[in-house]
Protein backbone atom coordinates (compact mmCIF):
# COMPACT_ATOMS: atom_id res chain seq x y z
CA UNK A 1 0.00 0.00 0.00
CA UNK A 2 1.57 3.47 -1.04
CA UNK A 3 1.19 5.75 1.67
CA UNK A 4 2.40 10.01 1.56
CA UNK A 5 2.02 11.39 4.80
CA UNK A 6 2.67 15.11 5.67
CA UNK A 7 3.42 17.01 8.48
CA UNK A 8 5.01 20.47 9.72
CA UNK A 9 2.18 22.80 8.35
CA UNK A 10 0.58 25.10 11.03
CA UNK A 11 0.38 28.83 12.06
CA UNK A 12 2.68 31.10 11.61
CA UNK A 13 3.13 35.24 10.97
CA UNK A 14 3.68 36.93 7.97
CA UNK A 15 7.44 36.73 7.22
CA UNK A 16 7.82 33.53 9.11
CA UNK A 17 8.90 30.54 7.80
CA UNK A 18 7.64 26.53 7.60
CA UNK A 19 9.19 23.32 6.66
CA UNK A 20 6.99 20.69 5.42
CA UNK A 21 7.85 17.22 5.17
CA UNK A 22 6.53 14.26 3.03
CA UNK A 23 7.56 10.75 3.99
CA UNK A 24 6.48 7.98 1.73
CA UNK A 25 6.35 4.37 1.37
CA UNK A 26 4.96 1.39 -0.86
CA UNK A 27 6.91 2.81 -3.66
CA UNK A 28 9.35 5.12 -5.35
CA UNK A 29 8.62 7.92 -7.26
CA UNK A 30 9.60 9.81 -10.45
CA UNK A 31 8.24 12.85 -9.68
CA UNK A 32 7.43 14.51 -6.45
CA UNK A 33 5.84 17.82 -5.69
CA UNK A 34 3.90 19.91 -3.43
CA UNK A 35 0.25 21.50 -4.21
CA UNK A 36 -1.98 23.73 -2.06
CA UNK A 37 -5.34 23.94 -2.36
CA UNK A 38 -7.31 27.10 -1.06
CA UNK A 39 -11.65 27.09 -0.50
CA UNK A 40 -13.45 27.64 -4.07
CA UNK A 41 -10.15 27.21 -5.96
CA UNK A 42 -8.40 24.49 -7.49
CA UNK A 43 -5.25 22.68 -7.06
CA UNK A 44 -2.27 24.60 -7.88
CA UNK A 45 0.99 23.71 -8.18
CA UNK A 46 3.50 24.80 -6.05
CA UNK A 47 6.82 23.19 -6.37
CA UNK A 48 8.12 20.18 -8.21
CA UNK A 49 11.16 17.95 -8.18
CA UNK A 50 11.95 14.94 -10.87
CA UNK A 51 14.38 12.28 -9.79
CA UNK A 52 17.06 13.92 -11.24
CA UNK A 53 16.75 17.08 -9.67
CA UNK A 54 14.87 19.06 -12.07
CA UNK A 55 12.83 21.30 -10.36
CA UNK A 56 9.90 23.51 -10.73
CA UNK A 57 8.28 26.78 -8.88
CA UNK A 58 5.13 28.74 -9.14
CA UNK A 59 6.07 31.95 -9.91
CA UNK A 60 4.19 33.06 -6.73
CA UNK A 61 6.35 31.28 -4.47
CA UNK A 62 10.02 31.43 -6.45
CA UNK A 63 13.04 32.76 -4.52
CA UNK A 64 10.66 32.31 -0.92
CA UNK A 65 9.89 28.36 -1.22
CA UNK A 66 13.03 25.66 -1.49
CA UNK A 67 11.94 21.70 -2.48
CA UNK A 68 14.48 19.22 -1.64
CA UNK A 69 13.99 15.34 -1.80
CA UNK A 70 16.34 12.67 0.45
CA UNK A 71 15.63 9.48 -1.67
CA UNK A 72 17.43 7.57 0.99
CA UNK A 73 14.49 8.21 3.24
CA UNK A 74 11.90 8.35 0.26
CA UNK A 75 10.70 11.84 1.24
CA UNK A 76 10.67 15.35 -0.27
CA UNK A 77 10.67 18.43 1.57
CA UNK A 78 9.19 22.25 1.15
CA UNK A 79 11.09 24.95 3.00
CA UNK A 80 8.97 27.71 3.09
CA UNK A 81 10.79 31.02 3.80
CA UNK A 82 8.65 35.07 3.68
CA UNK A 83 5.10 33.31 3.90
CA UNK A 84 2.41 35.74 3.15
CA UNK A 85 -1.25 35.83 4.22
CA UNK A 86 -2.07 34.63 0.56
CA UNK A 87 0.23 31.05 0.99
CA UNK A 88 -2.75 30.04 3.46
CA UNK A 89 -3.86 27.21 2.23
CA UNK A 90 -4.07 23.20 2.50
CA UNK A 91 -0.59 21.74 1.31
CA UNK A 92 -0.88 18.39 -0.51
CA UNK A 93 2.19 16.40 -1.04
CA UNK A 94 2.46 14.48 -4.62
CA UNK A 95 4.18 11.53 -6.08
CA UNK A 96 4.14 10.32 -9.42
CA UNK A 97 5.15 6.59 -9.03
CA UNK A 98 7.81 4.90 -11.95
CA UNK A 99 3.97 3.26 -12.88
CA UNK A 100 2.63 6.22 -13.45
CA UNK A 101 0.43 5.97 -10.89
CA UNK A 102 -0.36 9.55 -9.02
CA UNK A 103 -0.76 9.38 -5.46
CA UNK A 104 -1.32 12.15 -2.63
CA UNK A 105 -0.99 12.82 0.40
CA UNK A 106 -3.88 13.94 3.01
CA UNK A 107 -2.82 17.36 3.24
CA UNK A 108 -1.63 19.87 5.99
CA UNK A 109 -3.12 22.90 6.91
CA UNK A 110 -0.95 26.56 6.70
CA UNK A 111 -2.05 29.61 7.98
CA UNK A 112 -0.10 32.67 7.26
CA UNK A 113 -1.81 35.60 9.90
CA UNK A 114 -0.85 39.17 8.82
Known amino acids: QVQLVESGGGLVQAGGSLRLSCAAS??????RGWYRQTPGKQRELVAS???????NYADSVKGRFTISRDNAKNTVYLQMNSLKPEDTAVYYC??????????WGQGTQVTVSS
Open 49 to 55: ITAGGTI
Open 94 to 103: NGVAWNGFTY
Open 26 to 31: GSTFRN
